[in-house]
């Protein structure tokens, strides 16, 4: 391979690495520590990690810098932990940390920026890719996750990836399996989580649903069933909430009931339930954050009057 086709070989790949690489790629290119040299000398290239180059003139993106920690932990590293949740695109995870998981005991550079976690037990199948990134996979991220943040916000990250199709019961629970171990940080937290969330799991759909069902968890309230198809006499609707044998409750968010014609919608939907034998309650987000004691005391009235 001549220098010119090594140096295009080498561009195509920092392409496909949002515009870096690492030096032992360009090694399995073919090339050598004086190639390298030379390319940093001529401005070619610059270096951002020990190891890790840039081409020059590249603009720098979070992306990017979640790529350079990548190759700068070595191989078999990837993106974890509220990094690895905010390129899944989980709520609640923005975009700008630099978070690094790489297998314990082996030689891994330690980075300049960002944060450098070690696991005994980082496994291939732990590991996918986003946009060409290394990353943990969103099982995997979330048992880390655990370990960090706190539990009501696990349960949301949770929810969120049930509700998005990223995960399933089943798999977290599989992945717990593969992790779990006395005196490992987030295992408790994380089958207690899990723990209410087996196979057949309906995730709430919206912020407005779990606050309501935290409220419900907390005064000891039986869960209802979330989104559930009604109509005795065929389909008239989803609703939010569905308590059995025949109470609704539907969860008005600070958007998407404004418009006379989501009013007029409501109406009709509520009347068609109404008059199909059931009982319809509603609560806005204002309601149920504002004056929750008034809530509970409407719905557990409603309740004792059904039993």
Not at 102 to 109: F, Q, R
Not at 123 to 150: E, M, N, Q, S
């Amino acid at each position: 391979m001549t220098l010119t086709e090594l140096d295009l070989a080498v561009r195509r790949l920092a392409f496909k690495q949002h515009a870096v690489f690492a030096a032992r790629q360009v090694y399995d290119l073919g090339g050598t520590a004086d190639f390298i040299e030379r390319r940093l000398a001529r401005g070619d290239w610059e270096q951002v990690e020990h190891g890790v180059y840039r081409l020059f003139g590249s603009i720098p993106t979070w992306r990017q810098k979640l790529m350079i920690a990548a190759l700068a932990a070595g191989d078999g590293s990837a993106v974890s932990h509220e990094a690895a949740a905010a390129l899944w695109g989980l709520p609640g995870f923005k975009e700008g940390p630099i978070e690094v998981l790489a297998v314990h005991g082996v030689k891994n550079h330690r980075l300049q920026r960002g944060a450098f976690h070690e696991s005994r037990r980082l496994l291939p199948r732990h590991v996918t890719k986003i946009d060409g990134i290394p990353v943990t996979t969103i099982d995997r991220t979330l048992f880390d996750l655990a370990a960090d943040i706190r539990p009501k916000r696990l349960e949301r990250a949770v929810d969120n990836a049930l509700t998005a199709g990223l995960t399933s019961p089943r798999r977290l629970w599989r992945t717990w399996g593969e992790l779990a171990g006395r005196g490992r940080r987030g295992t408790r937290l994380m089958r207690a989580v899990l723990a209410e969330r087996m196979p057949g799991y309906v995730a709430p759909a919206s912020e407005l649903e779990a606050r309501f069902r935290d409220l419900l968890k907390a005064e000891g309230i039986p869960l209802p069933e979330l989104q559930v198809d009604l109509g005795d006499q065929g389909w008239i609707g989803r609703v939010d909430c569905y308590f059995r044998p025949r109470i609704i409750v539907e969860l008005d968010g600070r958007v998407g009931h404004v418009s006379e014609l989501d009013r007029k919608r409501d109406r009709e939907r509520d009347n068609e339930l109404t008059a199909a034998g059931f009982v319809v309650i509603r609560f806005t987000w204002e309601e149920l954050v504002l004056r929750p004691e008034w809530v509970l005391s409407i719905l557990r009235g409603v309740l004792v009057s059904a039993a």
